[in-house]
């Protein structure tokens, strides 16, 4: 009988019986509970070709494990790139999202600070906002004496009075520009701060979409890798040398 007529007639055979083996399609193993009685039978039926086919398998597996072992380091280091893939990814990710935070946190406290100046403008700064009037009391004071208390108007009181009564008037106006005259720059960098972020905000939406997209294929890779190097391990640990 041919070598090509022995091959058929053992695939049919393994197809017909499947209960007498074992493992993968490509790896298949008499059954456990068969394999002794087989084996005695072959060893009683010619012990010198038992023990040659016997050297021969162990050869043939020896090599076949060596190569499955290659091929899982393999994979094991292309899951250690994946991986590293994956951890820059959502590294990146992280940072963006937190610079992003970061600008957003730094335009309301600009908008917090022009509020703040538009609602404290009436009132002006610390001390200097109560001085014009206590200018004003001064030169009321002054126009009385001048006026009221004299038999005659004294011009040296009148024009002191006037002039504290018009230092401060000056003052009090000055006040209210030194307190306002900051809010249209606070609001220019305010409305350029939002542009920025509303720019910045746009360019991330797309970013996002493509970083996400990396992470999920290296993550599928990384899946892929674990799963063929826990299939070659299993046929690796399943064979029983002997």
């Not at 007529?5 to 007498?20: C, S």
């Not at 086919?53 to 597996?61: G, L, T």
Request: net charge neutral.
């Amino acid at each position: 009988m041919s070598l090509a007529m022995m091959d058929k007639e053992l695939i049919a055979f393994l197809r017909a019986h499947p209960e007498y083996f074992e493992g993968a399609d490509d790896s298949r193993l008499i059954a456990h509970d068969l394999r002794s009685t087989v084996e005695a039978y072959a060893l009683a039926l010619d012990p010198a070709e038992f023990e040659a086919v016997r050297a021969k398998v162990a050869d043939f597996r020896a090599k076949e494990e060596a190569r499955i072992q290659s091929e899982i380091a393999k994979l094991s280091e292309q899951m250690e790139r994946e991986r590293a893939i994956y951890d820059e990814v959502v590294k990146e990710l992280a940072e963006s999202e937190a610079k992003l935070k970061s600008m957003e946190q730094e335009l309301q406290e600009v908008l917090v600070a022009v509020e703040g100046r538009g609602s404290g403008s009436g009132t002006g700064s610390g001390g200097k906002s109560y001085f014009y009037l206590i200018l004003d009391f001064i030169g009321i004071l002054f126009l009385y004496v001048g006026f009221i208390l004299s038999d005659k108007p004294m011009v040296s009181y009148i024009v002191a009075g006037v002039f504290c009564i018009l230092a401060g008037f000056i003052l009090q106006q000055k006040g209210r520009a030194d307190s306002r005259g900051g809010i249209p720059v606070m609001a220019k960098i305010g409305n350029d701060m939002r542009a920025r972020n509303d720019r910045s905000a746009a360019v991330w939406s797309i970013k996002k979409h493509t970083l996400n997209g990396r992470k999920k294929l290296a993550l599928s890779s990384i899946n892929e890798c674990d799963r063929k190097m826990q299939e070659k391990l299993s046929r690796i640990n399943g064979k029983d040398i002997k």
